[in-house]
Nanobody, 115 residues
């Protein structure tokens, strides 16, 4: 059974940091492109960052220099380190695993940036 379980969300003050984790099981994690998406209130889902099986990374312009995605294939886990958070980063963050026609999603974790 495929599972993607996100954790690490919460309430943080502007300028603060959080690290999200996504623990995967039930598929060959090391062969999948792993991504983080987010959906803010009233907005469409957007790609935040992704990392290829070869660990090439890409980021949305809005998070460049503040967020970092990395993966640990031995632990079947992908992470999103988020620094210098601001209110525009408030959203539900989702983990995604993709390979050809296989596309899996986690349940999401809430990140709220507020003073």
């Amino acid at each position: 059974q495929v599972r993607l379980v996100e954790s690490g969300g919460g309430l943080v003050r502007p300028g603060g940091s959080l690290r999200l984790s996504c623990a995967a099981s039930g598929f060959a994690f090391n062969l999948y492109r792993m991504s983080w998406y987010r959906r803010a209130p009233g907005k469409e889902r957007e790609l935040v960052a992704d990392i290829s099986p070869g660990k090439s990374v890409d980021y949305a312009d809005s998070v460049v220099g503040r967020f970092s995605i990395y993966r640990n294939n031995a632990k079947n886990t992908v992470y999103l380190q988020m620094d210098s958070l601001n209110r525009d980063d408030t959203a539900v963050y989702y983990c995604n695993a993709r390979q050809e026609d296989h596309d899996y999603w986690g349940q999401g974790t809430q990140v709220t940036v507020s003073s």
